[in-house]
């Protein structure tokens, strides 16, 4: 019996000194590898993704690039000879000397398109039958034969292809013999316009290796890439890297077709990979990550930590070998006394060595790993830091100056909307003709920003003439973008945003325009003038008089010459002319329910111009509603109500210098309870009784103004306003200015 106790008690300190560690060591160590794997596997899948969508970035610029290269040749000496004898081929043709075709071959410079992509250039001319290569005049025959040219499209090889309109055409698996050796790759077939008509007479070919394309975007990969292959969008037309790699060329890709571009996993083929393909043209690239890259910092990490946690396990083992052996040796000698006693006494002392066990305790320091995660400095970045703080490092500006490359830059402003996905595709096609300007995307609040960097100020003109076409071909009506002033400090990139911002907002008066600009219709003059909304005399008594006689389209002509008056005569800015629209507003809700047209007023007042496009489709929409409107008031007119509502308002003009004046107040005295009297009030006079009482002050306080007797306080108390400070807050609201401002405006007229 006591040997068995001597046993247990062995037993417990091994497993306290010994096992207890090294499991707490083991579940530790699975945990955080369990962690750290799903940890690096997602940081690595991140990083990859973004050198994924950079090597689809160049391929897609590659491929802009040849179409960039081939306009190039509308502007050679040769072409612009066909322009003007196009219709003459025979001309053409004997006016083509060998000194003509030297000249120009010497021309064909493969360094200057596409930093020789293009293996072979040929210009076909349909009407003469005939081409121009680096070779000199040949037909498509000959070149066919001198290069040996070998294609699966029998119409392409044939040349009946080539007396077509082709644009961004491109033949795939075709090869020539170059230097000897045979080169596969594609045709890129592309018309160039004469007299601004794709005729089909004059075509393009550029001839590109498949290698040299692989070549080129292998630059923009890193180890993580296994190998990847060249579609044409249907099927794998050629490989790159191994032999080994899950696709063969003819294999077809559409069970690889999504539209996400970042890696994903394929059960059927055991791989990551990543698909993308040019929109627009026949090549995109298939992506194969490497498997063992993808877990080569977990691979590292599971080493080091099977290195550290033998390192401990053996520390554990060599520590609680010895505090066992040191904590033992008294526990052994009391057991050997125990053997000696009688077994009676035996239970007190193993109560006293389960005691001396419990206290004996292992210290436990806690790991703590902190994984860092560079992310680089981009353009956008840089810019999106300077439109929040405006406070950005020096190394952070000399980067954006660096990447700017010209001294002049705009910023261009978009309005978000569920349609700006397709505006931003067009802006940026059309960006991409210039290759002068260098452009930054940014999205700001409800904004999206391009920051355009360029050299020469004739550039805004052709882009602004080119955005502007392209988004009336487009069908775009809504489509409006904002334009700032010329600005050379990056610094002051925050206030070029502003203007922008600025000019979009002007697309209220210009709807026809897709592109304001501030310096232009002076915008900037408007911002700074001071006048307020003005309602002159007789067109206040037109249309008092239209509303009397419920004459519709008098009182729509009256309305619209007002509107137009204060735009182009008294030159307002946006909120002082919006608030003084809601002033109009307010003065035919005050006509029509003097009319007692309380049928009217409520809709009168949901005209808000903020909610409008354009100042035309808030006029046409104004004058449906004046018209429908009208016509019900005519057909429902009742003067039941005219002596109350008579009644209503002599007791607030009365009372209208009181401060204590108020619904309930009002109605008590007419005999209604406040709940009734507050509807049956904005039913006749189609709003609000503090609404009316307001406006009402304020049209008191500028008559008080225009005395010049006066100053702000007294005219505030004089109005029945408590205090100063609600008479400007209220003032602002109703006439779009303050009365100081409404005051220095007065004194310039």
């Known amino acids: 019996m006591r040997k068995g106790k001597k046993f247990q008690t062995k037993h417990k300190m091994f497993v306290s000194y010994v096992c207890i560690p090294v499991v707490i060591l083991t579940v530790i160590s699975c945990l955080f590898s369990f962690l750290y794997y799903h940890m690096t596997r997602e940081r690595v899948l991140n990083f990859e993704n973004s050198i994924a969508e950079n090597v689809d970035s160049e391929l897609k610029n590659l491929m802009d690039n040849l179409i960039k290269s081939s306009a190039q040749y509308s502007m050679t000496p040769w072409v612009t000879r066909l322009k003007y004898m196009q219709r003459i081929p025979d001309l053409m043709s004997r006016n083509i000397t060998a000194s003509d075709i030297s000249d120009y071959a010497s021309t064909l410079s493969l360094t200057e398109i596409n930093d020789s992509m293009v293996e072979s250039i040929y210009i076909y001319y349909s009407l003469g039958g005939f081409g121009i290569s680096s070779i000199g005049k040949v037909n498509w025959k000959e070149y066919v034969s001198i290069y040996q040219v070998q294609c699966g499209d029998t119409a392409f090889l044939s040349g009946a292809m080539l007396d077509q309109n082709n644009q961004k055409t491109i033949c795939h698996n075709t090869s020539l013999m170059k230097n000897g050796k045979r080169v596969t790759g594609f045709f890129m077939l592309q018309t160039i316009p004469l007299q601004n008509s794709y005729s089909g007479e004059v075509n393009i070919l550029f001839f590109v290796p498949y290698d040299k394309i692989c070549a080129y975007i292998e630059n923009f990969m890193d180890d993580g890439t296994s190998c990847f292959y060249l579609t044409d969008g249907q099927k794998i037309i050629y490989a790159w890297g191994t032999d080994k790699g899950p696709f063969r060329p003819g294999d077809s890709m559409e069970t690889l077709k999504t539209e996400?571009?970042?890696?994903?996993?394929?059960?059927?083929?055991?791989?990551?990979?990543?698909?993308?393909?040019?929109?627009?043209?026949?090549?995109?690239?298939?992506?194969?990550?490497?498997?063992?890259?993808?877990?080569?910092?977990?691979?590292?990490?599971?080493?080091?930590?099977?290195?550290?946690?033998?390192?401990?396990?053996?520390?554990?083992?060599?520590?609680?070998?010895?505090?066992?052996?040191?904590?033992?040796?008294?526990?052994?000698?009391?057991?050997?006394?125990?053997?000696?006693?009688?077994?009676?006494?035996?239970?007190?002392?193993?109560?006293?060595?389960?005691?001396?066990?419990?206290?004996?305790?292992?210290?436990?320091?806690?790991?703590?790993?902190?994984?860092?995660?560079?992310?680089?400095?981009?353009?956008?970045?840089?810019?999106?830091?300077l439109l929040q703080s405006n406070k950005p490092q020096a190394n952070e500006v000399k980067y954006v100056n660096t990447m700017r490359q010209y001294s002049l830059y705009r910023c261009l402003a978009l309005k978000h909307s569920p349609e700006a996905g397709q505006y931003i595709k067009e802006i940026d096609s059309c960006l991409a003709v210039y290759p002068q300007i260098h452009s930054a995307f940014v999205e700001e609040d409800k904004y999206y920003i391009w920051v355009l960097s360029y050299g020469e100020e004739s550039l805004m003109e052709e882009i602004s003439d080119l955005l502007s076409q392209t988004f009336d071909d487009s069908g775009y009506k809504d489509a409006a973008l904002g334009m700032s002033k010329v600005h050379e400090d990056i610094l002051h990139i925050l206030s070029a945003y502003n203007q922008a911002?600025?000019?979009?907002?002007?697309?209220?008066?210009?709807?026809?325009?897709?592109?304001?600009?501030?310096?232009?219709?002076?915008?900037e003059e408007r911002d700074l003038n001071c006048s307020s909304f003005e309602i002159p005399e007789d067109k206040r008594k037109n249309m008092e008089k239209a509303v009397q006689d419920l004459n519709a389209g008098t009182l729509f002509e009256a309305y619209q010459s007002l509107l137009l008056y204060n735009f182009h005569t008294r030159f307002l800015h946006k909120?002082?002319?919006?608030?003084?629209?809601?002033?109009?507003?307010?003065?035919?809700?005050?006509?029509?329910?003097?009319?007692?047209?309380?049928?009217?007023?409520?809709?009168?007042?949901?005209?808000?111009?903020?909610?409008?496009?354009?100042?035309?489709?808030?006029?046409?929409?104004?004058?449906?509603?004046?018209?429908?409107?009208?016509?019900?008031?005519?057909?429902?007119?009742?003067?039941?109500?005219?002596?109350?509502?008579?009644?209503?308002?002599?007791?607030?003009?009365?009372?209208?210098?009181?401060?204590?004046?108020s619904l309930n107040e009002t109605a008590r005295v007419m005999h209604y309870t406040a709940t009734y009297f507050g509807k049956y009030f904005k039913e006749q006079f189609g709003c609000t009784f503090q609404k009316y009482v307001a406006s009402r002050r304020i049209e008191c306080a500028i008559s008080l103004m225009e005395k010049k007797n006066m100053n702000v306080q007294e005219i505030a108390l004089k109005c029945g306003f408590t205090n100063d400070v609600t008479f400007r807050r209220t003032f602002k609201m109703y006439a779009g200015v303050t009365p100081s401002q409404y005051e220095k405006g007065r004194e310039a007229e």
């Not at 006293?352 to 353009?379: C, G, M, W």
């Not at 109009?584 to 007042?605: I, V």
């Not at 008031?633 to 005219?642: R, S």
Request: aromatic content about 12%; glycine content about 4%.
């Open 260 to 385: 996400d571009k970042e890696y994903r996993y394929s059960e059927e083929f055991g791989v990551y990979l990543s698909q993308y393909t040019k929109a627009g043209m026949e090549l995109g690239i298939v992506q194969i990550l490497d498997t063992d890259f993808l877990y080569r910092d977990f691979t590292v990490f599971t080493e080091w930590l099977v290195m550290g946690y033998l390192v401990l396990l053996a520390l554990i083992v060599v520590v609680a070998s010895r505090m066992a052996k040191y904590s033992y040796q008294p526990l052994e000698h009391i057991m050997n006394m125990l053997a000696q006693e009688d077994s009676e006494g035996s239970v007190n002392e193993y109560q006293i060595i389960e005691k001396a066990l419990e206290e004996l305790d292992s210290q436990k320091k806690r790991l703590e790993v902190t994984v860092f995660e560079q992310n680089p400095l981009i353009e956008q970045y840089i810019l999106h830091t």
């Open 501 to 523: 911002v600025r000019a979009l907002e002007y697309h209220f008066f210009y709807p026809e325009k897709k592109v304001i600009r501030l310096e232009e219709d002076r915008i």
């Open 575 to 661: 909120e002082a002319y919006f608030a003084g629209i809601h002033k109009l507003n307010a003065m035919l809700l005050e006509l029509f329910g003097e009319k007692s047209l309380g049928k009217l007023t409520p809709q009168m007042e949901l005209l808000e111009p903020e909610s409008f496009a354009g100042l035309d489709s808030y006029l046409q929409t104004f004058r449906l509603k004046t018209l429908r409107l009208i016509e019900q008031c005519v057909a429902k007119e009742n003067p039941v109500y005219y002596a109350r509502n008579q009644m209503i308002r002599q007791y607030v003009e009365d009372h209208l210098t009181d401060a204590n004046l």
